[in-house]
């Protein structure tokens, strides 16, 4: 789920996974409770012709094939792909624009999952009759979850995600140590990884730090690994904490040390996995679809064959990944839904999800997916991708995420850098201020 464009999308995250319903506020005015605005009831989708879809930058290069499939079976509903900027947060933020003006531009928005309930408070998506879609029995629960608000549907899954340690298994292998299962462990395999002549010059750890919606999940991923939560199931924020101290704590010291290199306060997506493909780093904190990229034997990878996949270490025992992944929703302004509707069956169709992870290395809805023999002999990583979505937690689960996840991000990117504040005084301020903007 890359929070630089809209796969992973992005952002990154992200209660157990299958409790995931997303309260998240508007930035016109939303549905907050008390506005007596209401969402818009499922019936008929009605109309058809061409239609343009919304996603952002497709840097996989599949989604043109996707479409294309689509196109030659409809030549009179074809579909255009728009690619919206590479950074999250501007892509919510145009849809959102041409939402408020009831904009017929877009007809399926590619949505991150903790957008999808914003869109439906606020009337930008339409409700989805669930017997339309007979094959959400057959996906994750926990993603099929994630498209629902208020218990209507609004949005099908089509990518969900998890994070992953991604490392480098040839100088593990040489240093004879396995793959970390805790924090202090990863510390530890990285020094001797460092004491080998080929591993001096090598980076120990990256994940995601700049100040954008990574950094949410990020930090999330570190206070759940320490047995915290930001919100609890309660709706109460919950960051000043042993627990969530601990855990900022590791990311602080991890910069102070070096074991994070400096350069990290500057990582989204994909300048984390460069680093990691140009042989730089020795662990990764990434998505899913980073496997296939690493692993081109064109050239543009300098580790292809030399990684491995492992599930997210925590502090002191196994990690937590925060629950990634894209829905697709139809704009509530479009004319043309049923189509609309169709072309969203389609994208979600087993067979088409099925192609895009051969194509991608991007995680699938499908939960048959996980158990294929010929996937897993491809991508050895659907075992622990399968175990990181299963354990995963979502983002706060609140009416404001918008406010929420700036005030998460400001914080813990202060703290990350240079002379920053203490992490303590850090969270006890964030603790302050997610506790005004969170009403349940």
Not at 122 to 135: A, G, H, M, V, Y
Not at 187 to 215: D, H, M, R, S, T
Not at 288 to 314: E, R
């Amino acid at each position: 789920m890359r929070f630089e464009r809209s796969h992973t999308r992005k952002a990154v995250a992200l209660a157990v996974v299958s409790s995931l319903v997303l309260f998240t506020a508007a930035c016109g005015g939303g549905d907050d409770g008390s506005s007596g605005t209401k969402p818009s009831a499922g019936g008929a989708l009605e109309g058809r012709g061409p239609i343009k879809f919304a996603t952002g930058k497709d840097t996989s290069g599949n989604l043109g094939n996707q479409v294309k499939a689509w196109n030659a079976q409809h030549p009179d509903e074809q579909v255009t792909v728009t690619e919206l900027p590479e950074s999250a947060d501007q892509q919510r933020q145009q849809m959102i624009s041409n939402a408020q003006i009831k904009s017929t531009e877009f007809s399926v928005l590619n949505l991150d999952v903790v957008w999808t309930a914003e869109f439906a408070a606020n009337r930008w998506i339409t409700q989805l009759p669930e017997d339309q879609f007979p094959d959400l029995g057959k996906l994750l629960p926990s993603t099929v979850a994630t498209g629902k608000y208020r218990d209507k549907l609004y949005a099908v899954p089509v990518t969900s995600d998890g994070g992953l340690l991604y490392y480098r298994k040839d100088l593990l292998d040489k240093a004879g140590v396995k793959p970390p299962t805790t924090w202090p462990e990863m510390v530890a395999a990285c020094a001797k990884v460092k004491a080998l002549p080929e591993g001096k010059a090598i980076n120990c750890y990256a994940g995601q730090f700049e100040k954008y919606e990574g950094l949410t999940v990020n930090f999330s991923e570190a206070v759940n690994g320490a047995g915290g939560v930001v919100v609890g199931d309660d709706g109460k924020p919950n960051v000043d904490t042993p627990e969530a101290l601990a855990g900022l704590t590791a990311l602080v010291e991890g910069f102070k040390t070096g074991f994070i290199p400096k350069a990290a306060i500057t990582y989204q997506e994909e300048p984390s996995r460069r680093a990691f493909q140009e042989g730089n780093l020795l662990f990764l904190r990434n998505w899913p679809y980073v496997y296939a990229l690493a692993n081109k034997t064109d050239g543009s990878s300098k580790i292809a064959g030399k990684f491995g996949v492992a599930p997210l270490p925590g502090l002191n025992g196994p990690g937590v990944s925060t629950l990634g992944g894209h829905n697709y929703a139809i704009s509530e302004f479009t004319p043309n839904k049923a189509t609309a509707a169709d072309f969203i069956k389609f994208m979600s169709s087993e067979e088409r999800q099925k192609a895009n992870v051969e194509k991608t290395s991007q995680a699938p809805t499908w939960a048959s997916l996980y158990d294929d023999p010929a996937l897993n002999k491809q991508f050895p990583y659907l075992a622990p991708l399968k175990a990181s979505i299963g354990s995963a937690k979502s983002r706060p689960q609140v009416v404001k995420y918008g406010d929420v996840t700036t005030a998460i991000q400001d914080a813990a990117y202060n703290a990350l850098k240079p002379n920053g504040p203490d992490p303590k005084t850090t969270l006890k301020d964030l603790q302050t201020k997610l506790s005004s903007l969170i009403t349940q």
